[in-house]
């Protein structure tokens, strides 16, 4: 597998999280491109059983994103803090910029609704 890229997604201050960040790393090989989440920052915010807590946006936003790309999810294997998604088709550094915003937005209103109880 080839590292396509990577990126961090900064927690919010408003659960204590300050400068805590989540990595993303995309890998891809001749068939399929996999997203790897590591959530060892902040598991306080999973739930019992992964995917939980706050990968349940992650992945929410993950699948969407791929599907309407015409990639389907082939496999999804969780580790401790770990989460990889496989997907079907090689995706390019081009999408990285978008898949951060994306995740982001996805986590940031995690926090929201969570802050909201």
């Known amino acids: 597998m080839k590292q396509l890229g990577g990126f961090d997604i900064r927690l919010e201050k408003s659960f204590g ?13 001749q068939e399929s491109t996999t997203v790897t989440i590591d959530c060892g920052c902040c598991e306080e915010l999973l739930a019992n059983k992964l995917p939980g807590g706050v990968l349940i946006p992650i992945a929410s936003a993950l699948k969407l994103y791929f ?27 081009t999408i990285i910029p978008e898949m951060r915003g994306l995740l982001k937005e996805a986590v940031s209103r995690f926090q929201k609704r969570r802050e909201s109880r």
């Not at 999280?17 to 090989?29: A, E, H, K, N, Y």
């Open 67 to 93: 599907k309407e790309r015409g990639m389907r999810n082939i496999s999804v294997d969780v580790n401790g803090t770990l989460m990889h998604r496989t997907y079907s088709g090689v995706a390019n550094e």
């Open 17 to 29: 999280f300050s400068g805590r960040r989540i990595p993303v790393q995309i890998l891809v090989d």
